[in-house]
T-cell receptor, first 117, second 110 residues
Framework: GAGVSQSPRYKVTKRGQDVALRCDPISGHVSLYWYRQALGQGPEFLTYFNYEAQQDKSGLPNDRFSAERPEGSISTLTIQRTEQRDSAMYRC???????????????FGQGTRLTVV | GQNIDQPTEMTATEGAIVQINCTYQTSGFNGLFWYQQHAGEAPTFLSYNVLDGLEEKGRFSSFLSRSKGYSYLLLKELQMKDSASYLCAVNGGATNKLIFGTGTLLAVQP
């Protein structure tokens, strides 16, 4: 696609339910990042992948959060047993190159607004 | 630890010049980025610095001093549409993850 695509754009879920957020990066982009962004704050790092390998998951808040990118393209961020504090904008970004190399600027999707009620 | 600091808010006048500073402390460094984010929208890339010095791109310039852990974004000939949040981000740490600061909300006044 022309840009980073995230789905759904909006998700309302009941506390205790599992949710899966999808990110479709720009075709051919090697690196893929997941962030969480609160209103008026910068993006908070969650995890990132180079190809299918999860390079760093140190930002995942707890073990209810997980992410995968099995074929090095589409990625899914899963939140199990959602809680109200999980409500936030979840943003995905991708870059053509890997950190330290060329073309490493990240392009962001429009995000998924998650509301846990 | 890793830390990126930038002012929370700034105000400037249309047509003027404004400088937004960013200081960082990371265990590794592979480049510093500036992004612009308008309210309700996704961040968009503005500039990238990996070597010391000034990078100029139209009305926007970005400066980096690696020895001081310091960068600034310079916006010239300010326009009302420049009112936005400006995010400083660093590729750093042992895994070169991309880490963002909290952003500087710039308000351009007539």
């Amino acid at each position: 696609g022309a840009g980073v695509s995230q789905s759904p754009r909006y998700k309302v879920t009941k506390r205790g339910q599992d949710v899966a957020l999808r990110c479709d990066p720009i075709s051919g982009h090697v690196s893929l990042y997941w962030y969480r962004q609160a209103l008026g704050q910068g993006p908070e790092f969650l995890t990132y992948f180079n190809y299918e390998a999860q390079q760093d998951k140190s930002g995942l808040p707890n073990d209810r959060f997980s992410a995968e990118r099995p074929e090095g393209s589409i990625s899914t961020l899963t939140i199990q047993r959602t809680e109200q504090r999980d409500s936030a904008m979840y943003r995905c970004a991708s870059s053509e190159g890997i950190p330290g190399g060329m073309n490493t600027e990240a392009f962001f999707g429009q995000g998924t607004r998650l509301t846990v009620v | 630890g890793q830390n990126i600091d930038q002012p929370t808010e700034m105000t400037a006048t249309e047509g003027a010049i404004v400088q937004i500073n960013c200081t960082y402390q990371t265990s590794g460094f592979n480049g510093l980025f500036w992004y612009q984010q308008h309210a309700g929208e996704a961040p968009t890339f503005l500039s990238y610095n990996v070597l010391d010095g000034l990078e100029e791109k139209g009305r926007f310039s970005s400066f980096l001093s690696r020895s001081k852990g310091y960068s600034y974004l310079l916006l010239k000939e300010l326009q009302m549409k420049d009112s936005a949040s400006y995010l400083c981000a660093v590729n750093g740490g042992a895994t070169n993850k991309l880490i963002f600061g909290t952003g500087t909300l710039l308000a351009v006044q007539p």
